[in-house]
């Protein structure tokens, strides 16, 4: 991956999976009713701080909060920045 960013102290990079485009039934979902992921992969991690050690690494698929982290567009993909605090459960 040739992205070049690395968050500071107990910040994570995530890249959310797709939102769904079809109901179970089959039936397509508008761009405007789509739900926001709450699911994505880690891109990257901080170090963590001297009083919290980091617990995700990179590569692991985390389960986050509908409302948390930044939105980002870089190159061309969107990411959510958010601190480790905010992930909810590593799957």
């Known amino acids: 991956m040739g992205l070049n960013i690395k968050p500071l102290s107990d910040r994570v990079l995530i890249e959310p999976e ?14 405007t009713a789509k739900e ?13 701080t001297k009083d919290h050690d980091m617990t ?4 692991d ?3 986050y909060g509908k409302y948390s982290g930044t939105e980002l567009k870089l190159e061309g993909t ?3 920045m958010m ?3 905010d992930i909810l459960a590593i799957v």
């Open 18 to 31: 797709a939102a769904e485009t079809k109901t179970a039934s089959g039936i397509y979902i508008p761009e």
């Open 61 to 63: 698929t985390v389960l």
């Open 83 to 85: 601190r480790e605090d």
């Open 36 to 48: 926001k992921p709450q699911r994505g992969k880690v891109v990257a991690a901080g170090k963590g």
């Open 78 to 80: 969107d990411y959510l």
């Open 56 to 59: 995700v690494k990179v590569g």
